[in-house]
C-alpha cells in the first residue's frame, strides 16, 4: 500500500513517539520513498495511537522551539543509542500537531495498521 504524508506531520510523529520510547531507524527522518515493514509500521500506529491523547484538539500556539528532519535525526540517532528523551525535546511537534493536524495523525495510524507500507513525502 502506498501513503503521501506530509513531511511536517511524519516529522511530528517521529519526533514524538520518540521521546515516549519507540526507536524507529534514524532513516525514517526523510520519508520520501520510504519502505515500512508489517512490524515496523504497525508498531509506530500503535504507538502513534497511544500519544494521540496528549496531543491537544484546540490549536497550541508555536514557541520556537526545535523542529525539522536534522532534529528528527538526531532524536531518533540519540534514541537508537539508547538516550532518554525528554518531552521537551518535542515541543515543536505536539504544538504542530494540536488542532485540526491531530485528525492527520489518527488517519496516518489508521493506514499504518495496514501493515507493510510505502511512503512518500508530500
Same mark, same amino acid.
Given at each position: 500500500?502506498?501513503? $503521501?504524508?506530509?513531511?511536517?506531520?511524519?516529522?511530528?510523529?517521529?519526533?514524538?513517539?520518540?521521546?515516549?520510547?519507540?526507536?524507529?531507524?534514524?532513516?525514517?527522518?526523510?520519508?520520501?520513498?520510504?519502505?515500512?515493514?508489517? =512490524?515496523?509500521?504497525?508498531?509506530? &500506529?500503535?504507538?502513534?495511537? =497511544? #500519544?494521540?491523547?496528549?496531543?491537544? =484538539?484546540?490549536?497550541?500556539?508555536?514557541?520556537?522551539?526545535?523542529?525539522?528532519? =536534522?532534529?528528527?535525526?538526531?532524536? #531518533?540517532?540519540? $534514541?537508537? &543509542?539508547?538516550?532518554?528523551?525528554?518531552?521537551?525535546? &518535542?515541543? &515543536?511537534?505536539?504544538? #504542530?500537531?494540536?488542532?485540526?493536524?491531530?485528525?492527520?495523525?489518527?488517519?496516518?495510524?489508521?493506514?499504518?495498521?495496514?501493515?507493510?507500507?510505502?511512503?512518500?513525502?508530500?
Amino acid at each position: 500500500m502506498f501513503h $503521501r504524508v506530509d513531511c511536517d506531520l511524519w516529522l511530528c510523529v517521529l519526533d514524538l513517539v520518540a521521546v515516549r520510547g519507540w526507536g524507529p531507524a534514524p532513516a525514517y527522518a526523510r520519508p520520501d520513498g520510504l519502505e515500512l515493514s508489517g =512490524e515496523d509500521a504497525r508498531e509506530l &500506529a500503535r504507538s502513534i495511537e =497511544e #500519544l494521540l491523547p496528549s496531543i491537544p =484538539e484546540k490549536q497550541l500556539p508555536l514557541s520556537n522551539q526545535p523542529f525539522g528532519a =536534522e532534529h528528527t535525526e538526531s532524536l #531518533l540517532t540519540r $534514541r537508537a &543509542a539508547g538516550d532518554q528523551l525528554a518531552l521537551e525535546d &518535542a515541543t &515543536a511537534a505536539t504544538e #504542530l500537531l494540536s488542532g485540526s493536524p491531530r485528525g492527520d495523525a489518527q488517519r496516518l495510524a489508521r493506514f499504518l495498521r495496514s501493515g507493510a507500507v510505502s511512503i512518500s513525502a508530500g
